[in-house]
């Protein structure tokens, strides 16, 4: 999986939506209509960034973040030993651990959700071992480059340490990392009935599990008011500056008015100067769909809750440099605003952690 690899990367990103045929406009699309959401970028090299995680045999750990959205690059390796060089076999007295280097797109994914994933496969109170493997090669570790990642990273151990008590996983900085031999590389992918502890298929499954109720389009005429039926149903716009969530910057989520299902952080919230609530990605890779958009003589793309299959906005990209340069502009009549103190009492508990100042 060495997706960047030949690419020649645009100093703009520029979107490409694979498999939808023929492109419907917003106005004639069947709303029930399944289409392919694939969403794929030429993406600016200045959003990748790299984190090193240990999570006991490197190629189960590898192919489980090989099949997450946002991650772009992946190596297996030996890290944090004892010295600058070593191998497969000598990993025992030089003390690394088998690791993968993982790059992945800030403009999809945020290193919060990296490590949501990692601790939903390792056991983070096992020492020294993991599933049937035992030794110090197989501990747990997250080790970082960027000194400005510390911050993401204590505020994910310390939700852990809430959730298990005392963990095992260290939390350091990359002294050494030393590539693995080639045929450690892609392992799983080259052999598919190689040994793994981890359950790959686990990756196509949300990371927080919930079913959403989609009502009747009767029953939403008699609950939503006129706009936000208009907006969610049919593709409407809500007029710049009409929505009071387009000046809320509490903390909390912004859920589908529809279905409660989350779909932004307030963590991505920012002031565009648009006149809607804008966000630099989803709250989660995967609760957003996107569907070419060229009605009203525009090319776009829109944005649907993945659950419900409501519109919701549209996805730039002159947003953030820094958070990955997109701009969801989202209808404020789409979503309902959930504050902090009201998440866990409404069943969002979960989803907390990605709300939390880290700084």
Known sequence: ????????????????????????????????????????????????????????????????????????????GYANGKTQNTSYEQIGTTDHAETVKIDYDISLISLEEILLHYFRIIDPVAFNKQGNDVGRQYRTGVYYTNSQDLPVIEKIFAWEKDRYGQIAVEKMELTNFIKAEEYHQDYLEKNPGGYCHINLYQAEEPLFERTYKKPEDHELKEKLDKMSYSVLREN???????????????KGIYVDK??????????????????????????????????????????????????????????FTDGLKEKGGLRYCINGASLTFIPYDKMEEKGYKEYMVLCQDFH
């Not at 990103?13 to 030429?42: N, Q, V």
């Not at 009409?242 to 000046?247: F, G």
């Not at 804008?278 to 957003?288: A, D, E, N, Q, V």
């Open 1 to 76: 999986m060495k997706m960047y690899k030949n690419i020649t990367m645009k100093k703009h990103i520029i979107f490409i939506l694979l498999g939808i045929m023929p492109f419907f406009g917003c106005d004639h699309r069947d709303i029930g209509k399944k289409e392919d959401t694939s969403l794929t970028l030429h993406k600016n090299i200045q959003n990748i960034r790299t984190i090193y995680l240990a999570g006991g045999c490197f190629w189960g750990v590898e192919g489980y973040f090989q099949r997450i959205k946002g991650v772009v690059d992946t190596d297996t």
């Open 236 to 250: 409407a716009t809500e007029p710049p500056g009409s929505s009071k969530l387009n000046t809320e910057y509490r």
């Open 258 to 315: 529809i279905t409660g299902e989350p779909l932004f952080a307030s963590s991505e919230k920012f002031d565009a100067g648009c006149g809607w609530p804008s966000f630099s990605r989803p709250i989660l890779t995967g609760r957003i769909n996107y569907v070419k958009d060229q009605s009203h003589g525009m090319d776009r793309v829109e944005v649907r809750s993945r659950a419900g299959d409501n519109h919701l906005g549209h996805v």
